[in-house]
């Protein structure tokens, strides 16, 4: 079974600073998505990684993917406050046997203060 | 281009009774999927259509649990009797391939009482 595991699942940080956000899971994978959300809305596409050593900018995020360490990163770098909002990684197996959906990380809600 | 819309937003209804949600995805994509977020779990994947075809149900907890696509446009999933542990935001999302970037909808609140 695929285990999807964010952390932290919770982070505070003054504008300006830079910080990361890590997703491992636990079985091989063919393809991770990180996700915005913010409250009562849809889950807005960010990143979609694919092969291993993606990397992947927009803006003041970047995102990468090492399917040796099945671990991603979603980088933060001089954060405002627009920011703010819960992210989630999502990881699709590529195992077979009806493993269609993706399994997803608790999310991590992060508040960026001015 | 619309995107991936729900109705309704939100639904409140009593144990026992029959809710159902529909679902239309971004025009021209094939693959459409429901989750579910129950309070304070992870988002869970419910089922996937590939057009009008169930490709994989395995996240359906139960068959009181009903997704139909006829004629692979939009998407309705039935909920038949309610219970308490129903009560969640079920999203739907789309997509044109399988790997591609899948897009979401705003999600419906079902609150069973």
């Known amino acids: 079974e695929l285990k999807v595991e964010q952390n932290p699942l919770f982070l505070s940080m003054q504008e300006g600073k830079n910080y990361t956000i890590y997703c491992n899971y636990s079985?091989?994978?063919?393809?991770l998505y990180w996700y915005r959300q913010d409250p009562g809305k849809s889950l807005e596409s960010l990143f979609v990684?694919?092969?291993?050593?993606a990397v992947k900018q927009e803006g003041r995020l970047m995102a990468s993917l090492d399917t040796k360490a099945r671990l991603s990163t979603l980088h933060i770098t001089a954060a405002v406050h627009d920011l703010s909002a819960t992210y989630f990684c999502?990881?699709?197996?590529?195992?077979?046997?009806?493993?269609?959906?993706?399994?997803f990380g608790k999310g991590t809600h992060l508040i960026i203060q001015p | 281009e619309a995107g991936v819309t729900q109705f309704p937003s939100h639904s409140v209804i009593e144990k026992g009774q029959t809710v159902t949600l529909r679902c239309d995805p971004i025009s021209g994509h094939d693959n459409l999927y429901w989750y579910r977020r129950v309070m304070g779990k992870e988002i869970k994947f419910l089922l996937h259509f590939v057009k009008e075809s169930k490709q994989d149900e395995s996240g359906m907890p139960n068959n009181r649990f009903l997704a139909e696509r006829t004629g692979g446009t939009y998407s309705t999933l039935k909920v038949q009797p309610a219970e308490l542990e129903d009560s969640g935001v079920y999203f739907c999302?789309?997509?044109?391939?399988?790997?591609?970037?899948?897009?979401f909808g705003e999600g419906s609140r079902l609150t069973v009482l």
């Open positions: 079985t091989t994978s063919d393809r």
């Open positions: 999502a990881v699709g197996s590529n195992s077979g046997g009806g493993a269609d959906g993706l399994t």
């Open positions: 990684l694919l092969s291993n050593g």
């Open positions: 999302a789309s997509s044109q391939m399988r790997t591609g970037e899948l897009f």
